[in-house]
C-alpha cells in the first residue's frame, strides 16, 4: 500500500469506519512497553494517601545470589519464599485513616528540666552552670569539664586549664588536709624560739607513751635541741638513683662496714661546662678516698692537716625540690651527743640521677679532671665573719 492510503485507513479508523482493523507495529525489544496503535491514550495516576511524615527506610531481604545463576526446578517456588528478614529500624507502623494521631501538636507541652538539659549544647550547660546566659562569651569560651569527670574523680591530677569541676592537686589536697586539722585548735599566737624551746621542755615532763605500740618503756630520755652551730650553714638530703658504691673497683668484696666508712668520708661537688652548642650544663661529682685502708682509720681528714688522694667516680644530673614545713613536709638530721640531741633542718632535697643516662651516647667523661686531692682548712676571716652573723641572725 501507498502512504496515501494509508493515511486513509487511519482517518476511516478513527472515525469508526469498516476498516478499524489496523495491525500493529512489532513490538521491539528496545521499546516493548510503547504501542503503536490508534487507540493509545494517556494513564492518569491517582494517589489520595498522604505524604509520608518519616524519612524511607531500606527493606533488608536475605536473598541468595546463587538463585539467579543456578537453575533448578524450585526456582519459581524459591522466589515466592525469600525470607521477609525486616531491618530493626524500620520506624513504627502508621496506618493512613488515623494520621491525625501522628500529627506534632501547635503547642508543645514542656520538657522536663532533666530532658531539657540533655538537649542544651555545651556552651549553654556551661553558661547555665555559672549562673549566666547562653550569650555569655566567658562560659562559651571556657571548655566543658563535664565530658573528663571520669578523669577527674582522682585528688592526684590537676585540673590543668578546665577551671571547673576539676580535681585537686595533691599539694592542694595536703594544705586543706593541714587546714582542716587545725580547724578545731584554738588560734595561737606566734611563739619566740626560747618560749618554743622552754614549752617543749614542759612537754617532755610529761610521760612519754609510744604512739602506736603502748607496751613500750622509755629507757632514756635526752632533751631534743637546735643545733646552733650547724645551722648557719646549708644542708641538703640527696637521693641516689643507685647505690654509691657500684661500679667502683676499690670497693668490691669490702665488706659493708668499710664501705659506709668510705661512702662517710665521700665528697659531691657542683661543677659546669660549657657543651659543643655553647650551652652551660651543671651536674654534680662524687669523688669517694683513693685509699681505703686508710681511710677506715680514725681522723682520716684531720683539721689543717695534709692532703688526701681521692677518685673521680662519676658524674649525677640533679634535680632541686623544696619541702614546705607548713605543709607537712620537711625532714631534720639529728645529732646524738651523751646528754642531748640536736638537729638542723633538711628542707632542700637533690634527686640524683646518673649522667650517662642523660648523655645520649656523648662521652660524659672528657673533662674529668686528671687528679682530685682534698684537705680540710679553718675558715678565713670572711667567711668567719658571714658565719656569725648568720648565726646571730638564727638565735635572734
Given at each position: 500500500?501507498?502512504?496515501k492510503?494509508?493515511?486513509?485507513e487511519?482517518?476511516?479508523?478513527?472515525?469508526?469506519?469498516?476498516?478499524a482493523?489496523?495491525?500493529?507495529?512489532p513490538?521491539?525489544?528496545?521499546?516493548?512497553?510503547?504501542?503503536?496503535?490508534?487507540?493509545?491514550?494517556?494513564?492518569?495516576?491517582?494517589?489520595?494517601?498522604?505524604?509520608?511524615?518519616?524519612?524511607?527506610?531500606?527493606?533488608?531481604?536475605?536473598?541468595?545470589?546463587?538463585?539467579?545463576?543456578?537453575?533448578?526446578?524450585?526456582s519459581?517456588?524459591?522466589?515466592?519464599?525469600?525470607?521477609?528478614?525486616?531491618?530493626?529500624?524500620?520506624g513504627?507502623?502508621?496506618?493512613?485513616?488515623?494520621?491525625?494521631?501522628?500529627?506534632?501538636p501547635?503547642?508543645?507541652?514542656?520538657?522536663?528540666?532533666?530532658?531539657?538539659?540533655?538537649?542544651?549544647?555545651?556552651?549553654?550547660?556551661?553558661?547555665?552552670?555559672?549562673?549566666?546566659?547562653?550569650?555569655?562569651?566567658?562560659?562559651?569560651?571556657?571548655?566543658?569539664?563535664?565530658?573528663?569527670?571520669?578523669?577527674?574523680?582522682?585528688?592526684?591530677?590537676?585540673?590543668?586549664t578546665?577551671?571547673?569541676?576539676?580535681?585537686?592537686?595533691?599539694?592542694?589536697?595536703?594544705?586543706?588536709?593541714?587546714?582542716?586539722?587545725?580547724?578545731?585548735?584554738?588560734?595561737?599566737?606566734?611563739?619566740?624560739?626560747?618560749?618554743?624551746?622552754?614549752?617543749?621542755?614542759?612537754?617532755?615532763?610529761?610521760?612519754?607513751?609510744?604512739?602506736?605500740?603502748?607496751?613500750?618503756?622509755?629507757?632514756?630520755?635526752?632533751?631534743?635541741?637546735?643545733?646552733?652551730?650547724?645551722?648557719?650553714?646549708?644542708?641538703?638530703?640527696?637521693?641516689?638513683?643507685?647505690?654509691q658504691?657500684?661500679?667502683?673497683?676499690?670497693?668490691?668484696?669490702?665488706?659493708?662496714?668499710?664501705?659506709?666508712?668510705?661512702?662517710?668520708?665521700?665528697?659531691?661537688?657542683?661543677?659546669?661546662?660549657?657543651?659543643?652548642?655553647?650551652?652551660?650544663?651543671?651536674?654534680?661529682?662524687?669523688?669517694?678516698?683513693?685509699?681505703?685502708?686508710?681511710?677506715?682509720?680514725?681522723?682520716?681528714?684531720?683539721?689543717d692537716?695534709?692532703?688526701?688522694?681521692?677518685?673521680?667516680?662519676r658524674?649525677y644530673?640533679?634535680?632541686?625540690?623544696?619541702?614546705?614545713?607548713?605543709?607537712?613536709?620537711?625532714?631534720?638530721?639529728?645529732?646524738?651527743?651523751?646528754?642531748?640531741?640536736?638537729?638542723v633542718?633538711?628542707?632542700?632535697?637533690?634527686?640524683?640521677?646518673?649522667?650517662?643516662?642523660h648523655?645520649?651516647?656523648?662521652?660524659s667523661m672528657?673533662?674529668?679532671?686528671v687528679?682530685?686531692?682534698?684537705?680540710?682548712?679553718?675558715?678565713?676571716?670572711?667567711?668567719?665573719?658571714?658565719?656569725d652573723?648568720?648565726?646571730?641572725?638564727?638565735?635572734?
Open positions: 500500500k501507498s502512504s492510503d494509508k493515511a486513509k487511519r482517518k476511516s479508523a478513527s472515525k469508526g469506519g469498516k476498516s482493523s489496523v495491525t500493529a507495529a513490538v521491539t525489544e528496545e521499546n516493548r512497553l510503547k504501542r503503536e496503535t490508534a487507540f493509545l491514550c494517556h494513564m492518569q495516576f491517582k494517589n489520595d494517601l498522604p505524604a509520608v511524615p518519616l524519612d524511607w527506610k531500606m527493606l533488608q531481604t536475605r536473598v541468595d545470589r546463587r538463585t539467579f545463576t543456578d537453575y533448578s526446578h524450585l519459581l517456588y524459591d522466589g515466592l519464599r525469600k525470607r521477609g528478614d525486616f531491618s530493626d529500624d524500620l513504627i507502623p502508621l496506618d493512613p485513616a488515623l494520621m491525625r494521631a501522628y500529627r506534632v501547635a503547642q508543645r507541652a514542656t520538657l522536663d528540666p532533666e530532658d531539657h538539659d540533655i538537649l542544651l549544647d555545651a556552651s549553654e550547660r556551661e553558661s547555665k552552670r555559672a549562673g549566666g546566659t547562653a550569650t555569655d562569651t566567658r562560659a562559651a569560651s571556657r571548655p566543658d569539664a563535664s565530658d573528663a569527670l571520669w578523669l577527674m574523680n582522682t585528688q592526684y591530677i590537676s585540673g590543668g578546665i577551671k571547673a569541676r576539676t580535681g585537686l592537686s595533691e599539694k592542694e589536697m595536703k594544705r586543706r588536709k593541714v587546714e582542716a586539722s587545725r580547724a578545731g585548735e584554738a588560734p595561737e599566737r606566734e611563739l619566740s624560739q626560747v618560749e618554743q624551746i622552754e614549752r617543749s621542755f614542759e612537754m617532755a615532763k610529761k610521760p612519754l607513751v609510744h604512739p602506736t605500740k603502748k607496751g613500750l618503756t622509755v629507757v632514756e630520755v635526752l632533751p631534743v635541741l637546735p643545733d646552733f652551730e650547724r645551722m648557719p650553714l646549708d644542708y641538703v638530703r640527696m637521693l641516689f638513683d643507685e647505690k658504691e657500684l661500679d667502683v673497683p676499690s670497693l668490691q668484696g669490702k665488706p659493708r662496714d668499710v664501705v659506709d666508712k668510705v661512702l662517710d668520708l665521700g665528697l659531691v661537688k657542683p661543677f659546669s661546662i660549657v657543651n659543643d652548642d655553647n650551652q652551660t650544663e651543671r651536674f654534680l661529682s662524687l669523688m669517694l678516698p683513693h685509699d681505703v685502708d686508710a681511710a677506715t682509720k680514725e681522723d682520716y681528714l684531720p683539721l692537716g695534709d692532703e688526701k688522694p681521692y677518685d673521680y667516680v658524674e644530673v640533679y634535680k632541686i625540690q623544696q619541702d614546705d614545713p607548713a605543709m607537712g613536709g620537711g625532714n631534720m638530721c639529728f645529732f646524738f651527743k651523751k646528754e642531748r640531741v640536736t638537729y633542718d633538711l628542707h632542700t632535697k637533690l634527686t640524683l640521677s646518673k649522667k650517662t643516662k648523655s645520649k651516647g656523648k662521652n672528657e673533662h674529668v679532671p687528679s682530685v686531692r682534698l684537705k680540710r682548712r679553718r675558715l678565713n676571716d670572711e667567711e668567719q665573719a658571714a658565719f652573723a648568720k648565726k646571730a641572725s638564727v638565735m635572734a
